[in-house]
């Protein structure tokens, strides 16, 4: 979908939007809001998709407030757009149909926390890093790491992932269970705590990646982890994309259990090294980690370094002790931040594709040409463990050719993914960004999709305009 | 379900049930059977379910003879009821309001490996044993094992898992995408081949686990491993199911990654004794499997055995020799048959639940005073790292009282079960068996399921009367 597409969208007429916010505001009082400010806020800020921002926003404080809610937007048919923190890229929280936002940031409570089985149950606006905190006397973590602080909620509606889902998983993998509002303002609870069931059809899995267009989730529990008896974090020079992507390969194929292995082309380490104050040789190069026990990650780090020398690495330098590990890892988290100073005043628009992995080094190959050719300025970074990799395009939002460009270039890169049998999106989501490429490729698996979204939502009020061209 | 309810059942008519059979024999001629034996053959053999056979059974080839099949069952209201090899055990292969079972043995081909991508792409009716076989010389396996040589569109159809699910997962985990042909004749891919996607709804996670009730699974793309180094297998013998079960949460709370660890009860020790001529100690035992390179496996071991011992337990006996190993796994895997020789001459019926490892040693312990006060045999297994187990009731069924009494009990397990927030079924499935426990189990969200059921297959033509009461 370019701008223009978005922009020139006729969505639903929605007349009773304004009886449905006279009626929350009976309920809720002054906790609906409908000054311009907090209804910007709560609409698409983070890329250069265009905020177009709700006609009201709701902060809900529990579950049976947020049915409550549901109830009378779908007495009025008026859409609602959950809201966590706002930290997703595709648009998802944008009301192209107007409606309500329902801000869920406080339902932040962690509700329980069962160490004996490696679970706990949160609230949809607690974020990954409240989360952590909590746990922190525990000896348990929650993996899942997109960058961003995000909310749990917000997490599972776009199947998120990141930095160490080569070894923990998604969200798909990681849910066990799920408390949601369905359209009809029906409250269901997805499964109970059981580490895995047979019973029925997985309702959890099908709301988590479905980007609030099915249910506003009001619980989530979640797997936990014990916390490592040791982490040694490292980066590794490569001599190209290629030699990197060859070591991944045979990493993962070798059976080391990597906890990460992220990808930068020579593009991010330059801009790392720029953006950190940073000294790392501005070659493609590996993050890695690796979690066990002392004798376990040593062995893990000897195999990894064995295989990268084979595929003609520098040395791995590495470090066990947390400051240095926080300090090579908040790098790599900052690149969103370290590619725009790459060119200043620019707006970034992040993609991001996955492909098989025996595929990615043609994948990145093809991608890095491309932007040579586009005229486009685009560092790469990638979770390479899973094929996954973000483009970081950085674009003068003046020049109208730039955009233009831009918009051919995604097309192309998420065409490019697809015919090497990956998909437009290992963990950003399809929101409203990438609705255009959902047909090419899944054909008639998206209207079969779209039947299940017909019978759970008849009058479209969740979320519309998103995952769907309408 | 009792015995009576499912025989009680008044289903719908399915008059062009003979239209039908007329129809698929002008296209398949010899192909589709109306013979007794074979009819009886493809319903449930494996229980004491009663045995409901479909009118004929048509042996499909390919995708194409499936999409054909479907086609002219929907255009005749008739039901569809997909076979694998007819090991499930809730009565899932029962045709209860009649139609064509559609045998998918022949559909055995393995498709493509792809080996830098740790995945394959199979055929339904290749069973796991065959897989395994045909990877032998690549160095990897596929590692969901539930015991019988199933085959793998059946598996992911009941959401298979088995005794590594603990390190490995269930098949929920390692089925990256399906084709299927849905019920109104139309061939969908859920997803394509990249480790993970955040493009649209999770299409593949609905299907695996929906039991044929959606569609049939035509093709699977699964994740492979790498054959581990070395495998190291042990028996160790507790004073106690709860030492035992407290050894199992501990193990996994360590972070230990324990391939496999499985629990036989005093009972199923002595049955194991005779059947397989062992001289293990007649105990409640855990059968553990350690993974890794051999230093990894070493330090498993010991620090699995530094647990047990402050649990109670005698020495763990291990060999990474693999005829040893595979003694002690047949001996496993066997239980079922084992189990039988306690009472020759009964009927077994073996029934699954699965609960918060938490509350796993509660639950076995009242489970077996149920079991004593009942008057019942039913030696337990389980595959304890996940919290499931089994219960193998050894029946005559020439004794009404007892059948009625076996009942009782199987309501009360799953209640039992349900009650400390887990599940009527871990990994057996719904079928007929458990459709009455649902509704308990998982409240409005049944209705949910059954408005995705209705969506999908409004005609109710995908093997009816399993998962939902009619």
Chains 1, 2 share one sequence.
Request: aromatic share 4%; hydrophobic share 40%.
């Amino acid at each position: 979908m370019t701008l223009r597409d978005i922009l020139a969208e006729r969505p639903a007429a929605r007349p009773k939007i304004p009886a449905a916010i006279e009626s929350l505001r009976t309920v809720f009082g002054e906790r609906i809001v409908t000054g311009e400010d907090v209804r910007r806020a709560h609409a698409h800020t983070t890329t250069y998709i265009p905020n177009q921002a709700p006609d009201a926003v709701i902060f809900a404080e529990c579950e049976a407030e947020v049915q409550r809610i549901v109830g009378i937007c779908a007495a009025n048919e008026t859409p609602i757009i959950p809201f966590g923190v706002g930290s997703s890229l595709e648009g998802h929280v944008n009301a192209p149909q107007g409606g309500i936002s329902i801000d869920l940031s406080r339902m932040d409570r962690v509700l329980a926390v069962h160490a004996e089985d490696l679970d706990c149950v949160v609230e949809p606006g607690v974020t990954r890093e409240a989360l952590n905190a909590h746990l922190r006397d525990t000896g348990l973590f929650f993996p899942i790491d997109p960058g961003a602080n995000a909310s749990l909620g917000g997490m599972a509606a776009t199947r998120a992932s990141g930095t160490n889902a080569v070894r923990y998983g998604t969200m798909r993998d990681n849910v066990i269970a799920l408390n949601a509002v369905m359209a009809d303002g029906r409250l269901i609870r997805t499964a109970r705590r059981a580490k895995k069931t047979s019973a029925g059809y997985d309702l959890t899995r099908l709301l988590v990646g479905s980007e609030g267009t099915l249910g506003v989730i009001t619980s989530l529990t979640l797997k936990l982890y014990g916390i490592p008896e040791q982490i040694l974090s490292g980066v590794c020079p490569f001599p190209s994309v290629r030699d990197a992507v060859n070591t991944v390969i045979q990493t993962v194929q070798t059976g080391i259990p990597v906890a990460r292995i992220e990808l930068l082309d020579a593009q991010s380490m330059q801009a790392a090294n720029a953006y950190a104050k940073l000294d790392l040789k501005p070659q493609p190069s590996l993050f890695v980690e690796f979690h066990g026990s002392p004798a376990s990650v040593a062995e893990q780090a000897e195999m990894f370094g064995i295989l990268a020398a084979e595929n003609g690495a520098g040395a791995l330098e590495a470090s066990n002790r947390a400051e240095e590990r926080s300090r090579l890892w908040k790098a790599r988290h900052d690149m969103y931040w370290a590619s725009m100073q790459l060119r200043p005043g620019s707006r970034a628009i992040a993609t991001d594709v996955c492909v098989p992995v025996s595929r990615l080094a043609d994948c990145i190959g093809e991608t890095q040409e491309d932007l040579q050719a586009s005229g486009l300025i685009g560092p790469i970074i990638g979770h390479v463990g899973d094929g996954n990799f973000h483009v970081t395009l950085l674009l003068d939002m003046d020049a109208a050719n730039e955009i233009e460009a831009a918009e051919a270039f995604l097309t192309r890169l998420a065409e490019r993914a697809v015919a090497m049998d990956g998909t437009c999106t290992g963990e950003h989501g399809v929101g409203q960004g990438k609705r255009g490429y959902l047909h090419g490729e899944l054909g008639a698996a998206v209207e079969v999709m779209q039947a299940v979204k017909t019978a759970l939502d008849p009058h479209g009020i969740m979320n519309p305009g998103k995952i769907f061209l309408t």
